[in-house]
């Protein structure tokens, strides 16, 4: 297993937090805010660097907190699992729960596994099912590579983080910021309150009744990535890019 050698300790992981949160106070020293700018850059490049090679990427967005055993933890296995087997990298957030589950789905039926990890101070220590990782210290810059290199992206059942990347995916779709790429939302009865306040919005013309076309809703594993397939494969032509690494620069290939 490729192992991200930045990992953070404990006290590195407080740190972050520390340092994130005196950004979000509003202006500093011109020179502190240079210098978190070019920090925010080398994440970037990090990240750019780490997942080049790992090809057509789908990301399943879901909840740290599901064990091992549970229903939604089986079906995240069996999707990432299935996702594998159609030729796709599972991407996750990298961390326990329903990441772990489609992590280890793709990686027991023998496709490529890759996470973008977040360094918290609870919750979030990196799977063992993963053939790379890449860790960060801010949310944006996370959020932004789970979305840059995917096609599709499965939300399976979660708190308020999956929520969060459910609706800027949304957003990004409807805004057409990024393609229209398929969003399979996995749990009807979980998500039943969710859809019933979309209705609503569609009620009070806060979107629009296509914005509900943005996305499926189903519990089938079969369904979910048959719909992502047909939505991308075809759709898209996709192919994996046949990049080569280059040595000069220290690339490696998932090969």
């Known amino acids: 297993m490729i192992k991200d050698n930045g990992k953070a300790s404990e006290s590195g992981k407080i740190q972050a937090s520390q340092e994130?949160?005196?950004?979000?106070?509003?202006?500093?020293?011109r020179w502190e805010e240079f210098k978190f700018t070019i920090e925010v850059l080398f994440e970037f490049i990090k990240g750019f660097r780490a997942l080049?090679?790992?090809?057509?990427?789908?990301?399943?967005?879901?909840?740290?907190?599901?064990?091992?055993?549970?229903?939604?933890?089986?079906?995240?296995?069996?999707?990432?699992?299935?996702?594998?087997?159609?030729?796709?990298?599972?991407?996750?957030?990298?961390?326990?729960?329903?990441?772990?589950?489609?992590?280890?789905?793709?990686?027991?039926a023998g496709g490529i596994s890759v996470g973008c990890n977040i360094e918290l101070e609870f919750e979030q220590e990196p799977n063992l099912y993963m053939d790379k990782w890449v860790s960060f210290k801010y949310f944006?810059?996370?959020?932004?590579?789970?979305?840059?290199?995917?096609?599709?992206?499965?939300?399976?059942?979660?708190g308020a983080g999956t929520m969060d990347e459910l609706f800027e995916t949304l957003t990004l779709i409807q805004t057409k910021k990024i393609s229209g790429f398929p969003v399979v939302i996995m749990g009807i009865d979980y998500w039943k309150?969710?859809?019933?306040?979309?209705?609503?919005?569609?009620?009070?013309?806060?979107?629009?009744?296509?914005?509900?076309?943005?996305?499926?809703?189903?519990?089938?594993?079969?369904?979910?990535?048959?719909?992502?397939?047909?939505?991308?494969?075809?759709?898209?032509?996709?192919?994996?890019?046949n990049y080569k690494p280059s040595k000069l620069l220290g690339e490696k290939c998932f090969c």
């Open 20 to 29: 994130e949160r005196y950004f979000l106070e509003g202006p500093r020293s």
């Open 140 to 158: 944006f810059v996370r959020k932004v590579l789970l979305m840059k290199y995917s096609y599709a992206f499965v939300v399976m059942p979660g």
């Open 193 to 241: 309150n969710l859809t019933e306040l979309l209705d609503d919005f569609v009620k009070n013309k806060t979107i629009s009744e296509n914005d509900l076309k943005l996305f499926i809703l189903t519990d089938s594993v079969d369904d979910a990535v048959a719909h992502i397939k047909k939505n991308t494969i075809e759709k898209f032509n996709l192919v994996k890019r």
């Open 52 to 108: 080049h090679f790992a090809g057509p990427c789908v990301t399943v967005f879901g909840s740290a907190r599901i064990p091992a055993g549970h229903i939604y933890y089986e079906t995240a296995y069996l999707a990432g699992k299935k996702l594998s087997e159609s030729g796709f990298t599972v991407m996750t957030g990298g961390g326990p729960g329903i990441m772990e589950a489609a992590n280890k789905g793709a990686k027991e």
